[in-house]
């Protein structure tokens, strides 16, 4: 058992998010679902016998989405990276977590729900930790210039 598990607090679209998040990810699961009784619906305020929680995992990863009311919305200061091998790995999760949200500077983006996601190519990390710091200077121009990564371009300006 992974000792910090990530709570993604929802209005009420909970069960909705991790079903859209199990069909974006390939290794991932719904792990169980709980839903509120006579207690903790009096207490919450939410419909008895309404989804409560949702464990699920992506990539080994144990999240749990809860269904906790308006009080809470998602902000960039919580995101999550997604690492990508190939320019096909960012266009196809930038495509499935870009529609229906907003699209952002360097990578990043909102889904649907509020949620923040960087979707990054795994060689931008090797050029910007490169120690020739014309190469990265020129990198991170080209990256300020985009909204979703395009590899290929950073490639080339990182060779100048």
């Known amino acids: 058992m992974q000792k910090i598990t990530p709570f993604l607090w929802f209005e009420n679209q909970a069960e909705e998010a991790v079903n859209y998040y ?14 509120y009784d006579e207690a903790s619906s009096r207490a919450s305020g939410r419909p008895k016998d309404s ?5 699920f995992q992506i990539n080994g990863q144990d999240f749990v989405a809860l269904n906790g ?10 995101s999550f ?16 977590l ?7 500077q360097c990578g990043w983006l909102k889904d649907k729900f509020g949620l923040s996601w960087q979707v990054v190519p795994t060689a931008l990390e090797e050029m910007l930790n490169d120690k020739n710091t014309e190469k990265t200077k020129r990198v991170i121009e080209a990256m300020l210039q985009m909204k ?13």
């Open 148 to 160: 979703k990564l395009d590899l290929e371009v950073l490639k080339r300006a990182y060779v100048g």
């Open 22 to 35: 199990t069909s974006i990810f390939k290794d991932s699961k719904i792990i169980k679902t709980t839903r």
């Open 69 to 78: 009311g308006p009080e809470f919305k998602f902000t960039e200061a919580v």
């Open 98 to 104: 870009a529609e229906g949200g907003e699209e952002g």
């Open 51 to 55: 989804v409560m929680t949702v464990a």
């Open 81 to 96: 990276a997604i690492s990508c091998k190939t320019q096909q790995e960012v266009d196809y999760f930038w495509g499935k």
